[in-house]
């Protein structure tokens, strides 16, 4: 079994205007595991995404990644969001080469890295294309590219592939898996989709409605590439279905 790479113990987190969205809520995720934080819309699956993240300061318990304990954002961390935060008055390749650029890369390594990370998502021969000319799926492609090209410990990812249609979505899943398995990196994966989150993960968390609270945690013991047709698949989708059917009544 892997080591424990974040420990999430027994935090809370309230707004000022009285909402409690976590009470002594804790979790561990593994070294290298695609983790996904599942549950009703609004339970607070962002909110600990960014809890983790070090960009939210937790009101209660602690969080700790290799047994530092989370005080603010984190070098190690990279977040991919659902809307596209891409430059659209830079090109691909330089869109992929900004945080390298932030952090001092030399020119060479830079060069080197951009075309390795663009070709790893399938974009060779875009280099010089700006967003606007790229679909949707070429964009969340890029976002996935300039954040694997600063090398982070850790991906977190919240409902990246929300905004796409269903047939781009399914090959984004593919893609994702692609990459993590070469990549291997940690993953932290928000998403409000089951479908997505059995195809994708090793675990998965279930949460109730606010304030939020573990309701299971679900192991995803199917090896990739899935059948999405097998009964194992279709036995743990459906219980999945089931118990966020019942986050939404508590």
């Not at 691909?92 to 390795?116: C, F, H, I, S």
């Amino acid at each position: 079994m892997p080591g424990t790479k974040i420990a999430v113990a027994g935090i809370s987190k309230r707004y000022t205007d009285g909402l409690v969205v976590f009470e002594r809520l804790s979790v561990e995720v593994h070294e290298d595991e695609f983790f996904c934080i599942l549950g009703p819309s609004g339970c607070g699956k962002t909110t600990l995404l960014r809890l983790i993240d070090g960009l939210l300061p937790a009101d209660g318990g602690e969080i700790r990644i290799d047994g530092e304990r989370v005080t603010g954002p984190r070098p190690d961390v990279v977040m991919v969001f659902q809307h596209f935060g891409l430059f659209p008055w830079k090109r691909l390749d330089q869109n992929v080469a900004y945080g390298l650029k932030l952090r001092g890369v030399p020119q060479a390594e830079t060069a080197e890295r951009v075309a390795r990370y663009i070709k790893l998502v399938g974009l060779e021969g875009f280099e010089r294309a700006y967003p606007h000319e790229l679909s949707g799926g070429m964009k969340q492609r890029l976002e996935v590219a300039r954040a694997l090209a600063v090398n982070p410990d850790m991906l977190f990812l919240d409902e990246p592939f929300g905004s796409l249609d269903s047939i781009t979505r399914l090959g984004m899943r593919s893609e994702l898996l692609r990459i993590w398995e070469l990549e291997r990196k940690t993953i932290l994966f928000v998403t409000h989709d089951i479908e997505e989150a059995v195809q994708l993960a090793d675990r998965v968390v279930v949460l109730s409605s606010r304030p939020a609270r573990i309701r299971r945690i679900v192991e995803i013991d199917i090896p990739h590439p899935r059948d999405i047709s097998s009964a194992r698949y279709l036995e743990l989708r459906d219980g999945i279905f089931e118990e966020i059917g019942l986050a939404h009544k508590v």
